[in-house]
């Protein structure tokens, strides 16, 4: 009798079979790519936080400078340019600090790295010391009568 | 129940080691802390930046130090500083940022007018708007407070991108997935500043932990009319602007 009435659902049941084998396939997957600690901090994989911090260091920083240069430190700190880091001026040189002989920095041409925070500009804050150079100088260096280091006459 | 305190505190010493190195080892499996890193604890900072206004020169340091010290690629800034001209008989101030300023600005001549410059970046919003809108986790809030992007699991979508109110975010050309200021993340983790502070020659950018007890930031919030890029977002920028002008957007 009640063999009669799901005589026709044998179709049914294949496509059940379906559904199952697909969740179970999409589950396994879905277990085999998420990392067992995504979401241990929020909706993310915790191990990105690594992954952010793997990148090379460019700038060596203020404290690796003063290591070796201390003179040139201490000479800037008594001016006006104490609070310039060496590598505002200079350039990136974590490569120089890791290997100073292998990576040799340039000097930097002295007049338009003046120029770049002391050419006059109305936009700057007043406070800040600045010369319209062309008129101030007439094309000398800057360095003919300041010295970058400690910049005072 | 332990019958002596010898036993006990045997017990108990064995309890601590034993559940302290599985909580290191479970760790290192789950890819958070490696020997190198183990140093730095995200739970320990919450990071944000302090930008004087009266501090900007333009001279674009920080634009070029965060191109070198990030590979940013040409045309795309994580950082950059604009100019901006308040005139008289304009609706909207006068906004200009060639090329992110990262060759500088052509001195400005203009007389009589409110001119200055505003460095910007990533704001790292606690309530960010790109975050709630990745798909795939790619975008998400560290337990330090700075919004990060995992590459390996970016697709691309650019959803983050219009999603920032900011503008801060932009596709790599060379590896189709989204990236963004992270802070120099690999510099904060080591005790050391962002490359954009450690080149900003007036001081007029400075990273700031606000779970930091002894960080000058706590005085520079207190002592200054302080205020964050469009407040009226809700995002929980952690970019604090002093001497900030209104027409800044």
């Not at chain 2, 050309?173 to 904060?188: M, S």
């Amino acid at each position: 009798m009640w063999k009669d009435r799901l005589r026709d659902s044998g179709h049914l049941v294949r496509l059940l079979l379906l559904v199952a084998v697909a969740v179970s396939l999409f589950l396994v997957v879905r277990a085999a790519v998420i990392p067992d600690s995504f979401g241990q901090y929020g909706h993310y994989r915790p191990g990105a936080l690594a992954d952010n911090q793997k990148h090379p260091l460019i700038h060596a920083g203020q404290a690796e400078c003063t290591l070796c240069h201390e003179d040139e430190v201490k000479a800037r700190n008594a001016g006006k340019h104490s609070g310039v880091a060496c590598e505002a001026c200079h350039g990136p040189l974590a490569a120089h600090a890791a290997d100073p002989d292998a990576h040799k920095p340039v000097l930097p041409a002295v007049t338009p790295l003046c120029t770049n925070c002391h050419e006059k500009d109305a936009a700057k804050p007043k406070w800040f010391p600045q010369v319209a150079s062309k008129q101030h100088s007439e094309g000398m260096d800057c360095n003919s009568c300041h010295q970058p280091h400690q910049p005072k006459l | 129940m332990p019958d002596s305190r010898r036993e006990f505190l045997t017990d108990a010493t064995k309890f601590l080691l034993t559940t302290g190195a599985a909580a290191a080892a479970l760790d290192v499996m789950n890819g958070v802390a490696s020997a190198d890193t183990a140093r730095y604890d995200a739970f320990e900072h919450w990071w944000g930046m302090t930008i004087d206004v009266d501090k900007c020169v333009g001279c674009g340091n920080c634009v070029r130090a965060c191109a070198k010290e990030n590979d940013v690629p040409e045309g795309h800034f994580r950082t950059w500083v604009e100019r901006y001209e308040v005139k008289a008989d304009r609706l909207h101030p006068e906004v200009e940022s060639p090329k992110g300023g990262i060759d500088g600005f052509p001195p400005s001549t203009a007389v009589d007018i409110r001119t200055f410059y505003v460095p910007k970046l990533c704001n790292h919003c606690s309530d960010s708007p790109c975050v709630q809108v990745c798909p795939v986790g790619a975008t998400f809030d560290g337990p330090d407070g700075v919004v990060l992007v995992d590459q390996s699991y970016c697709i691309g979508c650019r959803y983050c991108v219009q999603a920032c109110p900011y503008g801060c975010r932009y596709i790599d050309p060379r590896k189709h997935t989204v990236d963004k200021c992270n802070l120099c993340y690999h510099r904060i983790s080591k005790g050391l500043t962002t490359a954009c502070c450690e080149a900003c020659p007036t001081g007029a950018r400075k990273l700031a932990d606000l779970k930091n007890p002894d960080d000058p930031v706590h005085a520079f919030l207190r002592e200054n009319a302080v205020q964050v890029l469009k407040p009226h977002m809700a995002t929980g920028a952690k970019v604090y602007y002093r001497d900030l002008d209104g027409s800044v957007r």
